[in-house]
């Protein structure tokens, strides 16, 4: 097996995060985890990983570190406030993976390029959700210096199914940025269609028979028509994020229309102050379901 340059440290252990080490542990990638409350961390421990007791512990001992965490907030405040990339050493490769957009992206390499220009920068967010991230399944949108390919190639395909390479640090923001926006109505077709069945009096299975083998249901559609068809809306893919990721997209549209996006965000926002935003995505079924009880006359 080809191994990375030393260890990996992975910066923030959530749902994502908690994945990502995971599969990199089980690659027999040497892996030191940080996270902000230690509990997260503990399971990864019996595969092997080392805690570091601080951010900049844990970048000073690492050749790669990986960043996922909630925003491009965190992100700076852990690269800049907690130390991380004071403590990287010259020549280290810090791979950026949440989703932070464009604008979140710009400023970490703006801070990269005035504070460390000694060390490498990949912009690399991922598409896919926690069962993908538990089983290296996750798609990786990488883009940045080309010298760092070699080196990350074996967490990366520790991580994922596949890497694409797409250009300079930004470009695989930008194209998550697409991902997400297919991914958003993907999901929005399925709910607003359910919950449109069970007011016109049809029963999920029904339209899961209808829909399900036929060529406008992807196989991820597939999967979402079962859990809501089970009333299972635990999140694989937290609303709150997903609404997020929305924003995000037209954050980056910059002012151009793009109304049915807009409007979908909307809705989202509405489910999410509802208390519903870490559930996942899909609850929006049931929120419209509520919004319109009965069958229509």
Do not use: Y
Not at 186 to 193: D, I, R
Not at 283 to 291: G, K, P
């Amino acid at each position: 097996m080809a191994r990375t340059q030393g260890p990996v440290a992975v910066v923030g252990i959530g749902a994502m995060g908690h994945g990502m080490a995971a599969s990199a542990l089980r690659a027999g990638i040497p892996t030191i985890v940080w996270n902000r409350t230690p509990e997260a961390t503990r399971d990864l421990v019996e595969l092997g990983a080392e805690v570091a007791h601080s951010v900049a512990d844990a970048a000073r001992r690492a050749a790669i570190v990986v960043t996922m965490v909630t925003d491009a907030d965190a992100v700076i405040s852990i690269a800049r406030d907690e130390g991380m990339l004071a403590a990287l050493s010259p020549g280290a490769i810090w791979a950026q993976m949440s989703t932070i957009g464009v604008a979140g992206i710009e400023r970490v390499a703006a801070l990269v390029e005035q504070e460390r220009p000694d060390i490498a920068l990949l912009d690399a967010p991922v598409s896919g959700s926690k069962d993908p991230a538990e089983h290296g399944q996750l798609t990786i949108f990488a883009s940045g210096p080309d010298s760092a390919r070699a080196s990350v190639a074996p967490l990366f395909d520790a991580l994922g199914q596949r890497t694409i390479w797409v250009g300079s640090v930004g470009s695989g923001t930008r194209l998550k940025i697409v991902n997400n926006t297919w991914l958003a109505f993907s999901s929005e077709a399925v709910a607003a269609s359910v919950a449109l069945a069970h007011r016109l009096g049809l029963a999920s299975e029904t339209v899961i028979e209808a829909l399900e083998s036929g060529p406008l249901v992807s196989a991820w559609q597939a999967a979402k028509l079962q859990r809501i068809a089970a009333g299972d809306f635990s999140p694989q893919f937290a609303l709150s994020l997903a609404l997020k990721d929305a924003r995000l997209a037209l954050e980056a549209a910059a002012g151009a229309r793009f109304d049915a996006l807009g409007c979908l965000a909307d809705e989202w926002q509405r489910v999410v102050d509802q208390g519903l935003g870490d559930q996942d995505l899909t609850v929006v079924t049931r929120a419209l379901e509520e919004q319109a009880q009965g069958p229509s006359r």
